[in-house]
Nanobody, 118 residues
Framework: QVQLVESGGGLVQAGGSLRLSCAASRSRSSINTMGWYRQAPGKQRELVAEITSGGSTNYADSVKGRFTISRDNSKNAVYLQMNSLKPEQPAVYYC????????????WGQGTQVTVSS
C-alpha cells in the first residue's frame, strides 16, 4: 500500500507559475513511474506529465515547453513546475505512482485544485 500526498495547488493569474509536489509513503517495492493527471469538471482525466525512475519523461502536447516534471527518488517525491499558466477551466491535479512489483496498478493521491484566472 502506498499513500500519495499532493500539495502546491491554488489560485494563480494567467502567465504565472505554480509548483506541485507529491510525496509517496515508503513501500517495499521501488516506485517505477510517477506523474500527474488533471481533470476539469465534466471532462475526462488526462495525462499531464510522467517520469520514470530513470528520468525519462513524457508530456501532454498542451503543456510541452511550459511544464517541467522532476522527481527525487531518495524522497519518493515528484514535482510539477508549471509556468506560463493559461486561463483554462479549473482542474484537479492528481499525482500517481506505479510500483515496479505491481506495474499494472496505479496509486493515486487525493488531488489538488489549480485555478488560473484571466
Amino acid at each position: 500500500q502506498v499513500q500519495l500526498v499532493e500539495s502546491g495547488g491554488g489560485l494563480v493569474q494567467a502567465g504565472g507559475s505554480l509548483r506541485l509536489s507529491c510525496a509517496a509513503s515508503r513501500s517495499r517495492s521501488s516506485i517505477n513511474t510517477m506523474g500527474w493527471y488533471r481533470q476539469a469538471p465534466g471532462k475526462q482525466r488526462e495525462l499531464v506529465a510522467e517520469i520514470t525512475s530513470g528520468g525519462s519523461t513524457n508530456y501532454a502536447d498542451s503543456v510541452k515547453g511550459r511544464f517541467t516534471i522532476s522527481r527525487d527518488n531518495s524522497k519518493n517525491a515528484v514535482y510539477l513546475q508549471m509556468n506560463s499558466l493559461k486561463p483554462e477551466q479549473p482542474a484537479v491535479y492528481y499525482c500517481y505512482a506505479v510500483l515496479s512489483a505491481t506495474w499494472w496498478y496505479a496509486y493515486w493521491g487525493q488531488g489538488t485544485q489549480v485555478t488560473v484566472s484571466s
